[in-house]
Structures are given as structure tokens and as C-alpha cells.
T-cell receptor, first 114, second 119 residues
Framework: AQKVTQAQTEISVVEKEDVTLDCVYETRDTTYYLFWYKQPPSGELVFLIRRNSFDEQNEISGRYSWNFQKSTSSFNFTITASQVVDSAVYFCALRNYDNTPLVFGKGTRLSVIA | GAGVSQSPRYKVAKRGQDVALRCDPISGHVSLFWYQQALGQGPEFLTYFQNEAQLDKSGLPSDRFFAERPEGSVSTLKIQRTQQEDSAVYLC?????????????????FGPGTRLTVL
């Protein structure tokens, strides 16, 4: 069975602080994909990144960076120099190679205070 | 280009009423997914189409839920005899090709959702 755990329910930071959102996953498959989505108050899930299980390179995109560690089954997301516009619920998700539905964690609500 | 659109954005129904929720995927996207998101939870899979074929409906919670995509484009999720536990946000997502394994074609893009409240 697949499972995604986001242990942090809510995080509050002051603007310009760095923040890391944790994601731990479980799967029996050797080939799988991991995703992060952002859900602002408008409700639409916005795709941020996808990583496949063969690629453990960390990735940086502007203020966002992702740390994939297969040994600990984690795919953590760091926002550097957070901004108020980063306030949203962030979801980590997992997908098998063969099964197309995404399995989501419960999300982490990030509040960035000016 | 246009993203995934859903209508209505908000729907209030009395218990026992039937409702129909519409999803317009991104033009040309082969795969279409429906998810249900309860308050404070992550989205949960309901059903999946590839073109007009419904390939997986294992997530539909009861036989009151029915989805269709007759021409392989627009999809409708119908809930018959709504119950209070059906209150949730219903999200639709589409991808160019759900089974290719390519990061460029099988990433799912989501619509804004329909918030259903059953009184």
C-alpha cells in the first residue's frame, strides 16, 4: 500500500525566514514519482515539482528547493526567504509507475507573517 | 493557454437531491481524474478516464456516484440522492497522457474545484 505522511499540520514563520516542509512516503514499488503541489486560498492545486525514484539529485528553483532521500523515504521541500505570498497549504503526493492516481498527504498549512 | 475549468464553483444541495459537477480539461489532454477533498484533508482519488474509457473507478464511495466522459473531453461527476457526508470539494485534474511515464506528459494539472455543501 502507498502512503504519504506530512507530520507538520501547520507552520507559521515570519517573512524572510527559511522553512522546510517534511514529507515521508511508503511504497513497495521500485519505480515511483513524487510531487509537491501548492493550494492557495483560491483552492486550485498548483503543480510545483515532480521527481522520479531514479533521480535523487536535489533540485533548486528560485527560492524553492527539494531534498529527495531514498534511504529515508523522504522528499522535503524548503522555501528560502519566505514571502507572504507563500502562504498556502502544501501537499506532497506519490504515484506508482503503473497506477495513475496520486496519493496525497494531509497537507501542511504554511502561514508567512509580514 | 486555458487550464482545467470546473463548474459550478459552489453548489448547495438539500439532502436527497441529485447534483452534477462539470469538468473541462485542458484541450488535448487524454487523461482525466476526479478527486474528493474533505475539509482539512488531502485529495482522495475517485475515478480516472483515458479518453472516453473509464479505466478505474475504485475510489467512488458508493453506487450513488457516477462519472462519465462520453466524447473524451468534458466530464461530469453525478451524485444521486446526496448525503451530508458527500459535502467536500471535488477536484478535477487532467494530464496529456497518464501512462507515458514522461514528466512532460503525465503530470496532473488541477482545476479550482467545486465546493459541494449538502444540507
Amino acid at each position: 500500500a502507498q502512503k504519504v505522511t506530512q507530520a507538520q499540520t501547520e507552520i507559521s514563520v515570519v517573512e524572510k525566514e527559511d522553512v522546510t516542509l517534511d514529507c515521508v512516503y511508503e511504497t513497495r514499488d521500485t519505480t515511483y514519482y513524487l510531487f509537491w503541489y501548492k493550494q492557495p486560498p483560491s483552492g486550485e492545486l498548483v503543480f510545483l515539482i515532480r521527481r522520479n525514484s531514479f533521480d535523487e539529485q536535489n533540485e533548486i528553483s528560485g527560492r524553492y528547493s527539494w531534498n529527495f532521500q531514498k534511504s529515508t523515504s523522504s522528499f522535503n521541500f524548503t522555501i528560502t526567504a519566505s514571502q507572504v505570498v507563500d502562504s498556502a497549504v502544501y501537499f506532497c503526493a506519490l504515484r506508482n509507475y503503473d497506477n495513475t492516481p496520486l496519493v496525497f498527504g494531509k497537507g501542511t498549512r504554511l502561514s508567512v507573517i509580514a | 493557454g486555458a487550464g482545467v475549468s470546473q463548474s459550478p464553483r459552489y453548489k448547495v444541495a438539500k439532502r436527497g437531491q441529485d447534483v452534477a459537477l462539470r469538468c473541462d480539461p485542458i484541450s488535448g489532454h487524454v487523461s482525466l481524474f476526479w478527486y474528493q477533498q474533505a475539509l482539512g484533508q488531502g485529495p482522495e482519488f475517485l475515478t480516472y478516464f483515458q479518453n472516453e474509457a473509464q479505466l478505474d473507478k475504485s475510489g467512488l464511495p458508493s453506487d450513488r456516484f457516477f462519472a462519465e466522459r462520453p466524447e473524451g473531453s468534458v466530464s461530469t461527476l453525478k451524485i444521486q440522492r446526496t448525503q451530508q457526508e458527500d459535502s467536500a470539494v471535488y477536484l478535477c485534474a487532467s494530464s496529456l497522457d497518464g501512462t507515458s511515464g514522461s514528466p512532460f506528459t503525465d503530470t496532473q494539472y488541477f482545476g479550482p474545484g467545486t465546493r459541494l455543501t449538502v444540507l
